[in-house]
Antibody, heavy 123, light 106 residues
Framework: QVLLQESGPGLVEPSGTLSLTCSVS??????????WAWVRQSPGKGPEWIGAMHSRGSVVYNPSLNSRVAISVDPSKNDFSLTLTSVTAADTSIFYC???????????????WGQGILVSVSS | EIVMTQSPATLSVSPGERATLFCRASQTVHNYLAWYQQKPGQAPRLLISATSTRATGIPARFSGSGSGTEFTLTISGLQSEDFGTYYCQQHEDWPLTFGQGTKVEI
């Protein structure tokens, strides 16, 4: 059974850096069939894909956040992380980590999701 | 980026009825289209991938169809546990994008 669990601070100050970790169990983070992804969702809106990274090093980010976001994978801990810099109130969202299924040279759908963590940007 | 537009925004349905949800892409996504269900306070759950392939454990009353830019999710014989918000997502091109959702309510 694949389980993902987000962790990190629920409150970040404006202009600060948001850092979250996703702990993975039930599958190795070196599994080649997955990219490891972050998705966020503002209240009342549809999900927004942030970015994704493969354990072999390939990483893709949403251009809308490209200059502020970084994703890393840690095989020794079987987890992956998200860093978002220069946050504003507009970044207040529920952040989800998820597995992004990869096959035949293409990323497809999000199979498994964490429960989500609400991060508020406020002073 | 490819913009996904869902309609209607809200769908009122009685248990046992059929619900038809629509998703339109701003350019062709071929068959690279997934559907998710989300309930309040929960993460989205994968229902259908590649337009019409049900995910593991998803009942047969959920079916997907379409190609190119026009897609449909049909829920036949709606049950009480099917109420929630449904999202489509394209995986034809980066960035991956979702629709704004259709809320299915009683």
């Amino acid at each position: 059974q694949v389980l993902l669990q987000e962790s990190g601070p629920g409150l970040v100050e404006p202009s600060g850096t948001l850092s979250l970790t996703c702990s993975v169990s039930g599958v190795s983070i070196t599994e080649t069939s997955y990219y490891w992804a972050w998705v966020r969702q503002s209240p009342g809106k549809g999900p927004e894909w942030i970015g994704a990274m493969h354990s072999r090093g390939s990483v893709v980010y949403n251009p809308s956040l490209n200059s502020r976001v970084a994703i890393s994978v840690d095989p020794s801990k079987n987890d992956f992380s998200l860093t978002l810099t220069s946050v504003t109130a507009a970044d207040t969202s529920i952040f989800y980590c998820a597995t992004l299924y990869y096959s035949s040279g293409r990323c497809h759908h999000f199979d498994y999701w964490g429960q989500g963590i609400l991060v508020s940007v406020s002073s | 980026e490819i913009v996904m537009t869902q309609s209607p925004a809200t769908l009122s349905v009685s248990p046992g009825e059929r619900a038809t949800l629509f998703c339109r892409a701003s350019q062709t996504v071929h068959n690279y289209l997934a559907w998710y269900q989300q309930k309040p306070g929960q993460a989205p759950r994968l229902l259908i991938s590649a337009t019409s392939t049900r995910a593991t454990g998803i009942p047969a009353r959920f079916s997907g169809s379409g190609s190119g830019t026009e897609f449909t999710l049909t829920i036949s014989g709606l049950q009480s546990e099917d109420f929630g918000t449904y999202y489509c997502q394209q995986h034809e091109d980066w960035p991956l994008t979702f629709g704004q959702g259709t809320k299915v309510e009683i």
